[in-house]
Structures are given as structure tokens and as C-alpha cells.
């Protein structure tokens, strides 16, 4: 045989025999110093796990506890912070194989088992399958339960909860602080906003939270917390994943604090740190103040959009009584006592009715919005205000060019005059040669028009456009 193999097969039987005779090693919740937590947007949570140990030196098995449920064992990293190059992994192993009694009664099929009875006495069986379940007692199969079922001990292959067992030698008997990190999915957070306008909707209040969602299968108690909004990518495998989980989840003690959510850049991201320590139990959902401004200018728009196949046949009135959108927009900028990074989120809008009570009045998506960018909010559609567009000329001028003519009727139902924005998408090369009011080429292929309509009155655009395909 080879000397490698004889070698190899000698060191593993040494190993097996001292670890046979040691029990494992618990190191509990019981025994954390600090845990820090950071919580993606896509279902992904990084924590950072800090613990007090004294381990005996040589070979020795260690069962971490009250991990997450869903961890990611891969990503598993576990570090001395007090005797870095005396404590070294030799194995790891992730059990999940949670205890039941489904599970229970599994590991015991083929093995003696025993049926007490009320009057205390015992017969010994032997489990056949778990469906019934099925014992042999004397030779004789005996269907369903016939006594109070008695295991004669626990498997060792079942855990109570998700267990990192390690195979670890260390070199001193010293009390060691360790740190285990790793990657866990089932926790996840959103950011929620509330947006009050004012009666004549030109200034608003705004309001941010964060919602964390954690079913991750454990609890982070006084935990250091930071969020990370960005579409971050996802891979099978990263050979970045100790890099990221390094720079993520540094957070420092925080003992007088003003429980702020504090932005910064990170990387093409943006991170979100409390200013303070949250207990994030599992199955629970925490909500966290983001952010809050008050008298926030606000523009509303009315927006009566057109499409590009308007402009390639002839159809009369393509749409009767099209519905003109509502959308507010804020400048997130510190002028407007924003200029914060907001993340994505749903943002909901209220606005108090002639008694002074607040009504839900729309609601939509907004992206990563950076500083002096603009939300943009759709809101629904006009109620009172209403276009009409009806097309009264088509013409074939020659191969591949056309002019068209269209005439749009705005009616306004409301007791203010609004102003309607036109937005009409127009193909190919195009270019306007009447008009009854001002136009703006915005893009290429996009046609704006800003219409006056008077309070329970009118207005009518009319323009023709020759386009050539």
C-alpha cells in the first residue's frame, strides 16, 4: 500500500479515537458578547456572531448554536479574535436535521423499542415503519399504537436546532472571544413612505420607515444593524463573499445613542447604519424611523399621454373620454429639506378632506432615488379632467411619408383652472408645421404641450406634423 495512504488511513484513525472519547462541546446564546447584523433587500441577511469560549487544547468538537435556520453554510467564516493562529478548523458541518417526533420514531425503524402499559409493565418491540406505526412483538405484527412508546435514547445525528459543529484544534486553554459570520437568507427589509399634502397640494410632510421582516429561524438580540439598499448581485458562488461580509458587518458599541438610521455611500450602494442596538426576534416584523421632513414643496402634474401607432393609420377618434393621469414629484434635494439618499419603497399619500380628516388618496413605487433626483409619484387618474383626441386628417404624401393632423379637447369639471401637459410620442423623422399652441421637442420622438384649461371650461390643441417612416 502506499506509505501516503497507510499515513493518511493512521491519522484518521488516531483522530477518530481521541475525538470518540469527547463529548462535543456546546457553545450557546448564553455565552455572546455581540452579534451585528446586515440586512439586504433581497431576502439576505449577514451577522456576525461573538462569543466567549474556553476550549480545551488538542482535537476537540464544538457545536455553535442557536444559528440561523436558513444559513448558507458556505459562507461560514469562524475567527479568534484573541489567539487568531492557535485556534484552526479542521471540519465543519452544519446540522439541520431538527428534532420531532416524526423524525424520532424515522431513526428508530428495525430497532427495539419499548410499549409501556397503564399498569406499568412493558413489552419490547421492534418498530417496523412509522406509517401505522407497524411493530413486531413475539413474532407477531401488530398494527397502531399498543402502549405509551418509549426510546431508549436521543440519535446523535438529531439536533434540537441548527447546530455549526467543528472539528477544531486549538493550542491554548485560555478563554478565547470568537467570532462566527456567515450568510443567512428569510430576512429581508423595506422602506415605507408617508406623504401628507396640504389643501392646495403644493407642500407636503414626509415620512420614511423601515420594515424589517426576519424568518430566518433566530433571534439577534441587541444587535448592531445595518441596511444595504442597492440591487446587489447575486452568484452561485462568490470568492468575494469574505471581502463583502467583512466590510458590511464592521459596526462599533454604541452606548449613548439617538436611534437615527445614518447614510452613507457604500461602494455603488447605500448603507444604513442605526445609531444604537434592536433586538430582531425571529418571526417578527420591526419598523425603524428612516426619515422625516416637514413642509416639503410639491408639483402636481396632469398628464394626458398620446402613443406612437396614433401617428401610422387613419382612425378617427382612436380613444372617447381618455382619462388624464395625476402625478406628484419632489425634488430630493436640501433646499426642499430632503437631499437624502432614499431607498426604494411604496410610498402612500394622504390628504385631510373638508372636515379635517386624513384620506388615503394614492399610493406607488419609488426607486433608489440618489440626492437631487426627483420622485416621481402616479397617483391614479383625473376624476373632474378629461381629453378627447380625434384625428382629422391622414394623408399619404408620397413613399414613406405622411402628414397628420390632430385636434385634442381638454374639459376641465373642476372649480380651478388646471393646466393639462400634452405628451405626445411621435415616430420616426416628424416635424410640427402648425400648431395653435407652443410645443416643445422634449426627445427625439416626444412631443410637449403645457394647456391652460379654465375652471368648468375648455380648451382644444390642434396640430398637424409630417412624419417620414
Known amino acids: 500500500m502506499n506509505r501516503w495512504l497507510i499515513a493518511h488511513a493512521l491519522l484518521l484513525t488516531l483522530l477518530t479515537a481521541q475525538i470518540a472519547g469527547a463529548s462535543a462541546q456546546k457553545v450557546t446564546r448564553e455565552t455572546q458578547k455581540d452579534v451585528m447584523v446586515t440586512i439586504y433587500n433581497g431576502n439576505l441577511g449577514l451577522v456576525k456572531d461573538v462569543r466567549d469560549v474556553r476550549l480545551p487544547a488538542g482535537l476537540i468538537e464544538v457545536q455553535f448554536m442557536d444559528v440561523a435556520a436558513q444559513i448558507d453554510p458556505t ?27 416524526q423524525k424520532l420514531l424515522e431513526k428508530y425503524v428495525g430497532k427495539k423499542v419499548r410499549l409501556y402499559q397503564g399498569d406499568g409493565t412493558w413489552h419490547e418491540a421492534t418498530l417496523l415503519t ?89 433571534t439577534y438580540g441587541n444587535a448592531a444593524l445595518k441596511l444595504v439598499a442597492g440591487d446587489v448581485n447575486r452568484a452561485p458562488e462568490s470568492r468575494r463573499a469574505g471581502r463583502v461580509m467583512e466590510l458590511a458587518a464592521k459596526a462599533s458599541s454604541m452606548a449613548d445613542a439617538s436611534r437615527e438610521l445614518k447614510a452613507e455611500g457604500f461602494f455603488e450602494y447605500h448603507l444604513y447604519t442605526l445609531d444604537g442596538r434592536t433586538t430582531i426576534k425571529d418571526n417578527q416584523t420591526k419598523q425603524l424611523s428612516l426619515m422625516s421632513a416637514g413642509d416639503v414643496p410639491i408639483q402636481k402634474h396632469l398628464i394626458y399621454w398620446g402613443a406612437q401607432e396614433y401617428y401610422r393609420n387613419a382612425y378617427g377618434v382612436p380613444v372617447s373620454n381618455q382619462k388624464v393621469g395625476v402625478y406628484l414629484e419632489i425634488k430630493n434635494s436640501k433646499e426642499n429639506r430632503l437631499g437624502v439618499p432614499l431607498p426604494k419603497g411604496k410610498i402612500r399619500v394622504y390628504k385631510a378632506d373638508a372636515s379635517g380628516s386624513q384620506q388615503f388618496i394614492g399610493e406607488d413605487w419609488i ?31 408620397a413613399s414613406h411619408l405622411y402628414e397628420v393632423e390632430w385636434e385634442i379637447s381638454l374639459r376641465n369639471h373642476k372649480k380651478d383652472a388646471q393646466t393639462v401637459t400634452v405628451i405626445e410620442p411621435v415616430p420616426g423623422d416628424w416635424q410640427v408645421l402648425t400648431s395653435t399652441h407652443a410645443w416643445e421637442k422634449i426627445e427625439a420622438h416626444t412631443l410637449k404641450y403645457q394647456i391652460p384649461v379654465p375652471r368648468e371650461g375648455a380648451a382644444k390643441l390642434v396640430y398637424r406634423v409630417r412624419l417620414r417612416f
Do not use: C
Open 75 to 101: 459562507t461560514v467564516h469562524l475567527k479568534s479574535l484573541t489567539d487568531a493562529l492557535g485556534l484552526k478548523i479542521l471540519e465543519q458541518n452544519y446540522e439541520y436535521d431538527l428534532l420531532s417526533g
Open 367 to 397: 426607486e433608489h432615488t440618489p440626492k437631487d433626483e426627483r420622485v416621481k409619484i402616479k397617483m391614479g387618474e383625473a376624476f373632474d379632467v378629461v381629453g378627447e383626441r380625434k384625428q382629422t386628417d391622414f394623408r399619404k404624401l
Open 130 to 218: 412509522t406509517n401505522g406505526p407497524v411493530f413486531e412483538i413475539n413474532g407477531q405484527i401488530h398494527l397502531g399504537h399498543h402502549g405509551r412508546l418509549v426510546l431508549p435514547s436521543l440519535p446523535e445525528n438529531l439536533v434540537s436546532k441548527p447546530t455549526l459543529v467543528w472539528l477544531l484544534r486549538n493550542q491554548s486553554t485560555a478563554p478565547q472571544r470568537v467570532e462566527a459570520s456567515y450568510l443567512t437568507g428569510g430576512i429581508t427589509w423595506k422602506a415605507d413612505y408617508v406623504l401628507v399634502l396640504n389643501a392646495s397640494d403644493t407642500r407636503s410632510d414626509l415620512t420614511g420607515w423601515v420594515t424589517i421582516d426576519n424568518k430566518s429561524g433566530a
